[in-house]
């Protein structure tokens, strides 16, 4: 059953609202702006109906407050109010009020009121989740599209989103770059980075398919794959908006070659001018390189992968990530 805050200085009309909603809804009734906020910290109601004529703080100020909070800005606010003018409707919309319904209220009309605002928010909720399963299948097939040219890296995009997780987790967890990290949403940013390879589409089959190790010519041919991709991401960035997604994407694919001592590709970046992400997959991109069989190798133990890892430590790799890779490399060996 969802939860409605009814916040109101009137015991009259408090007790005419819970008698119109009991039998619907759960009806929570507070005598002023600072008992709604109290109550905020231990339930989250569905909706908040909130007079404006109130002692202490009246409707407007509390509506502020609950807007410049990132925990309350969601819930849906109606005003019930005796108040009938233009310029009140006018305030209450501007500071983000759903609607108005004026005392005395129709209890029919106020329930149709609350049905069509929570139902609003249920379907904007509903088509959110409906358009994050299109991103993700969509990413999932361009993904596939590309490991699928690639046919000695089978599996490689889901390993290192795996990896790229784990390290992210142990990260946050010991504070390391908590500034950067620390409003990530880390399986959306685990999933941006499975288009890090997306530039290899540009690269030709007989190269990507070499059953041997690649000539320095083909090595060069295979290098601006990090640049194609992110001019492929820039593209989609450029059609469907520049969201995070496509952000946290586009440094995955440009600077996952780069090396800490300043001697990768493309661009030559040393140190901590390299962007986080591509910090953080070159760890993952590397070890499972070293951990995958490949037509001119067989595929490395998990434990001399790790000293392979490690004695690029502050030359191929960020030493302090290298630590973090070290300190969670079971879980590695777990994927």
Avoid: C
Wanted: aromatic share 8%.
């Amino acid at each position: 059953m969802k939860t409605i805050f009814l916040v109101d200085d009137s015991n009259i009309s408090l007790a005419k609202g819970e008698e119109a909603l009991e039998d619907h809804y759960r009806v929570m009734t507070l005598p002023s702006a600072a008992k709604m906020f109290g109550m905020l910290a231990k339930v989250r109601p569905d909706l908040i109906l909130l007079d404006i004529e109130m002692p202490a703080m009246n409707g407007f100020e509390a509506l502020k407050l609950l807007k410049a909070d990132d925990a309350y800005a969601g819930i849906p606010v109606i005003f019930v109010t005796g108040r009938n003018d233009t310029d009140a409707e006018t305030l209450g919309f501007e500071l983000g009020a759903v609607d108005f319904v004026t005392k005395p209220f129709s209890p029919p009309v106020l329930l149709n009121r609350i049905k069509s605002h929570l139902g609003i928010d249920e379907l904007v909720r509903e088509r959110t989740a409906q358009l994050e399963r299109l991103k993700n299948g969509i990413v999932s097939v361009l993904a596939d599209m590309v490991e699928s040219r690639d046919m000695v890296t089978g599996g490689h995009i889901e390993r290192t989103t795996m990896y790229i997780k784990i390290l992210m987790l142990e990260m946050l967890a010991r504070g390391l770059h908590i500034d950067d990290m620390g409003d990530w949403d880390l399986d959306m940013v685990a999933s941006s980075a499975r288009l890090h390879d997306v530039g290899k589409i540009s690269v030709s089959d007989v190269i990507l398919n070499k059953p041997g190790k690649l000539t320095a010519e083909e090595f060069d041919a295979i290098k601006p794959h990090t640049v194609e991709g992110e001019r492929i991401i820039g593209r989609i960035a450029a059609q469907a908006g520049d969201e995070s997604f496509l952000r946290h994407a586009k440094l995955f694919a440009g600077y996952h070659h780069e090396r800490w001592d300043g001697t990768g590709y493309p661009y030559g970046l040393k140190g901590a001018d390299i962007p986080l992400h591509g910090r953080i997959m070159a760890i993952a991109d590397v070890y499972d390189a070293l951990v995958s069989e490949r037509p001119y190798k067989k595929p490395f133990p998990g434990d001399e992968a790790a000293r392979i890892i490690m004695a690029g430590s502050g030359s191929h790799f960020d030493p302090d990530i290298a630590d973090v890779f070290y300190s969670v490399r079971v879980r590695f060996k777990a994927v």
